[in-house]
């Protein structure tokens, strides 16, 4: 009997709207793909909660009266459904029928990341592993094989063994994961969490923001969106009969790509920039496979901090006069 209740309900949602589905989807990257995770570390486990459970705490959240170090990540989350869409995710939570994902996140790769030592994980080392760059090293060498002379490490004269890598960006849930050093001073940092359910951004659904807005940030341990975020460098241009004015000045009618205008005089909003609302335009997942030539870069943080925290806006106008 419990079977066919759960098979009509089913049924009945996703007749209803395929975005109760999506919308649960988006829920995998932090609570895992059969809700069997504790997201960021902090909340229920929410498989284990009874259906009511469910529906009184995401009602609650929405209204502000539910939660606590979570609130500010779940509001963002829950604030724009109906009642009769809050009701019908969590039935579709509790029928077990486990989220439209490619693959549920996986926090056994925790141990191996933590693993690496420290805070923060080193993402060149193999690559700039001074062995390996040795053996890789072809200027020096009087001869070289034709395997050598390639990317490919394969013989030349055969497809049958050459196929690309395929790279696997499996990682630990937000909240378990350890962040990467940053590729360089003030590189955009890697994503070291799982991003299954939280990708693709639109213009409607940016999850990343539920927890990186600097207001929540500290409530779940998460790097905040760094103030530079909120700000706009572009310089304000517009055509004018014709001519092309750029910071009050007219250029003519070539469009000039750089500006003398200090970046100080940029406008600070209360809001994320728009052409900076794609994460993933700029931060990326990281993939776990051996890069394919070694790495001679040695990048020259100025001090430790750099290699967690970005100081661009401090240093934004060295060098503009």
């Known amino acids: 009997m419990k079977k066919i209740i759960q098979t009509v309900a089913l049924g009945a949602l996703l007749a209803t709207s395929s975005a109760y589905a999506v919308s649960i989807a988006a829920c995998a990257g932090c609570h895992g793909q059969n809700f069997e995770k504790v997201a960021m570390g902090k909340s229920k486990v929410v498989k284990d909660m ?67 030592g420290g805070n923060y994980v080193n993402l060149n080392a193999d690559a700039s592993d001074e062995v390996r760059i040795e053996q890789e090293d072809l200027g020096n060498r009087n001869t070289i094989s034709e395997k050598a002379m390639g990317l490919r490490k394969t013989d030349l004269y055969s497809e049958k063994s050459t196929h690309g890598k395929k790279a696997d960006y499996d990682r630990p849930a ?123 870069f040695r990048p020259d943080y100025g001090d430790d901090k750099a290699k967690a925290h970005s100081s661009l806006m401090d240093t934004m106008n060295e060098g503009v006069k």
Request: net charge positive; proline share 6%.
């Open 50 to 116: 009874s259906l009511k459970e469910i529906v009184d705490a995401l009602k609650g959240y929405k209204n502000g009266t539910y939660g606590d170090s979570l609130k500010g990540v779940m509001v963002n989350q829950v604030q724009n459904l109906k009642d009769s869409e809050i009701e019908a995710m969590s039935l579709l939570i509790k029928i077990d029928a486990g989220t439209t994902t490619e693959k549920a996140t996986d926090f056994a790769a925790a141990a191996a990341v933590a693993a690496a």
């Open 174 to 296: 937000p909240g378990a994961s350890t962040r990467f050093e940053r590729a360089y001073k003030d590189a955009p940092p890697m994503i070291p969490h799982s991003v299954e359910g939280l990708l693709p951004i639109t213009k409607m659904n940016n999850q990343c923001l539920g927890c990186h807005l600097p207001e929540v940030a500290p409530s779940v341990g998460s790097t905040p969106i760094p103030p530079t975020h909120f700000k706009n460098y572009r310089p304000r241009t517009a055509l004018n009969d014709g001519y092309v004015v750029k910071e009050g000045q007219v250029l003519g009618y070539d469009i000039q790509n750089t500006s003398d205008i200090k970046t100080v005089k940029a406008k600070q909003s209360d809001t994320i920039y728009q052409g900076r609302f794609n994460c993933t335009q700029c931060h990326a997942p990281q993939s776990k496979m051996k890069a394919a030539v070694a790495n001679t």
